[in-house]
């Protein structure tokens, strides 16, 4: 993150601290304050933003420990507002929330997870100022370019081509470009006259623009199959996970930063415990790419802002993340930021409004809560990017909810499930019976409709599969409900079928494991496949009823059994593996008596 380190003196507006109160501080004396500018506070320069001024009294949010602070120490006016840096670099990083290279500051300061007032005051740039790219251009002299128009690209990692666009306000003819080795600082070309570098900076609060926003209709294929089959998400849309303590959260979003189908990846762990963000730092690097084999680090960004760090950062680190998956739609491709949890995240407002003495609303929440939460979810979308060429590029964002006490009734629940156009309900008794993604199938849903896209791009009959699937868990669903009631022998034999089928769906396809190396991605067509053996189990079960066959003896012929192997079949073979299969099953099931 950029703290005016480029301001120049003159601009520099000084004051003095008036009032500390944990997070917050209350400075006087700074004439020229702008809300949301970036200050600093303190003999130690501690960065923090404006959030309220109220006369000469300025409010302002410290991204560090304020402990040892005093009243009259001074603080400094940046004259700019809370900025993210873009530019080659930033794929394979892993920042904190105001946007610090953490691999950078353990070097200097141990453990990053560690000490609270770790690294206090330091400031490190965002992106490596002496790493030399090879710069490719695109544009030649003489030729007119506006605002996103591609002036070159450099390869950033074996993956992605990182594009450098013509910034805003800029356009006119290319004057000079230069192909070769370039640092971010130095000018790759001059439009006008005007030196272009490939850094750039962007407030990060305000989002980025683009030509036009499109429907979204195409799927972020994820590779789950409760999500992909049941509950898609398009590219460009939203996702919501609300699920109580230890219902797999992060672990359903680690999945989703894994294997969706996104060019770029932005995960926010935001508030999580120290010790989970490890493990994810430490695992992410050795993690291969299911589609290309590459690491998947070189198309992931990490933004760590643990329940230890600084409270105000934390609200920062969601926008830092939104900014950064902006930028690199803004060249053209899918990105996908995770965010876990908005719920900390909502903590993190809620504390610091109560030091601001705002009048609480609901659950002492700022009323301001419901816009907060908007201005994240409203940043997705899939978009004609600004520029000649009409590229299109999407931003989808997931965000994870951790209701207290499980209770979906609560503010940022609720506000999240109307914002978000997917809801993935996580229910505390499907984690219990260890079935897992523990996505209730009954209370989550989806807006987007994306069956034209699956009946296209992966097989006809997907629609139709699917509305089978939904329709017989709602069946199955009914029907348990009155085994509760009455028990089994109250159900005549076609609705034991459903309770037979019902199993196999929930057991051999719902459930996943995030942890079996083959199962834990599962592609459209694999899905689509197991799919079709679950729907030949059925009809084998419901043609035996009808030869008076007992439900319990075609649901134990051996082929069932390997329905149960089906999740570890490898992708590639999944087709010829269900036809043979499904022989099977009509063999065994039509030979019963
Ligand atoms: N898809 C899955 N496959 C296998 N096990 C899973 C899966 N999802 C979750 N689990 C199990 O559930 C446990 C809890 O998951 P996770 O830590 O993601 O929950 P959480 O909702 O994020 O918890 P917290 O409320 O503590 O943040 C995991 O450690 C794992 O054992």
């Not at 459903?498 to 079996?516: K, V």
Request: net charge negative; with cysteine.
């Amino acid at each position: 993150m950029t703290t005016g380190s480029s301001r120049t003196p003159e601009t520099g507006d000084a004051g003095a601290v008036w009032r500390v109160a944990g997070p917050v501080v209350v400075a006087k004396g700074l004439r020229d304050a702008r809300l949301y500018n970036v200050v600093f506070v303190g003999e130690e320069r501690l960065p923090g933003e404006v959030i309220r001024l109220d006369g000469e009294r300025v409010t302002i949010q410290v991204y560090e420990e304020t402990s040892g602070i005093r009243v009259g120490e001074p603080v400094e006016d940046s004259g700019a507002p809370l900025q993210v840096e873009l530019g080659p670099g930033l794929l394979g990083a892993i920042f904190d929330g105001t946007q610090r290279p953490l691999p950078r500051m353990a070097e200097r300061d141990g453990d990053p997870f560690g000490a609270p007032t770790m690294a206090r005051g330091i400031s490190i740039p965002a992106i490596d100022r002496e790493k030399e790219w090879e710069f490719v251009p695109t544009v030649g002299v003489g030729d007119e370019v506006v605002p996103g128009d591609v002036l070159g690209t450099v390869e950033e990692t074996s993956s992605l081509v990182h594009k450098v666009l013509v910034p805003n306000g800029v356009s006119g003819p290319v004057t000079s470009v230069e192909a070769g080795p370039a640092r971010v600082e130095d000018a790759v070309a001059h439009v006008g006259g005007e030196p272009v570098a490939m850094l750039r900076r962007w407030a990060v609060r305000e989002p980025r623009p683009a030509a036009r926003k499109l429907d979204p209709d195409v799927p972020l294929v994820t590779g789950q199959r409760i999500v992909d089959t049941l509950f898609p998400v398009a590219r460009g849309g939203s996702a919501t996970i609300p699920g109580g303590f230890g219902t797999g959260k992060t672990v359903l979003e680690q999945s989703l930063a894994k294997y969706s189908e996104a060019d770029v990846v932005v995960y926010v762990g935001c508030g999580e415990r120290g010790n989970e963000l490890t493990e994810v730092l430490e695992e992410f690097p050795e993690l291969l790419d299911p589609k290309t084999g590459a690491p998947l680090m070189q198309r992931t960004i990490l933004i760590a802002n643990t329940s230890n760090m600084p409270v105000a950062a934390r609200e920062a680190s969601i926008y830092t993340g939104i900014t950064i998956a902006e930028y690199f739609r803004d060249q053209g491709y899918d990105v996908a930021i995770m965010a876990d949890s908005t719920s900390r995240w909502g903590e993190a407002l809620r504390e610091v409004s109560g030091r601001l003495e705002e009048m609480p609303a609901e659950e002492g929440y700022p009323a301001y809560l419901a816009t907060r939460i908007a201005e994240f979810y409203e940043r997705a979308g899939s978009v004609v990017c600004l520029g000649s060429d009409g590229r299109e590029g999407s931003v989808t964002v997931v965000g994870a909810v951790s209701p207290p006490g499980g209770d979906f009734s609560e503010p940022i629940t609720q506000y999240s499930l109307r914002l978000a156009g997917t809801f993935w309900a996580l229910d505390t008794s499907l984690a219990r019976s260890r079935h897992f993604p523990s996505i209730n199938w009954g209370t989550s849903y989806t807006l987007y409709d994306l069956d034209e896209w699956f009946e296209s791009a992966v097989r006809p009959g997907w629609t139709e599969n699917r509305a089978w699937a939904r329709d017989l868990l709602q069946q199955e669903r009914t029907l348990l409900e009155i085994v509760q009631l009455l028990g089994a022998d109250a159900l005549a034999p076609p609705q034991r079928v459903i309770l037979a089928t019902g199993r196999l769906l929930r057991e051999d396809f719902l459930q996943q494991s995030a942890f079996d190396e083959v199962d834990a991605y599962c592609s459209p067509e694999k899905q689509f496949h197991m799919m079709r053996v679950i729907r030949a189990a059925h009809e084998g079960i419901q043609e035996a009823v009808g030869r008076d066959v007992a439900v319990e003896a075609s649901a134990a012929v051996p082929a069932v059994a390997e329905i149960g192997r089906m999740k570890y079949w490898p992708d590639a073979g999944a087709e010829k593996n269900a036809d043979d299969l499904i022989r099977r099953v009509r063999r065994e099931m039509g030979g019963l008596n």
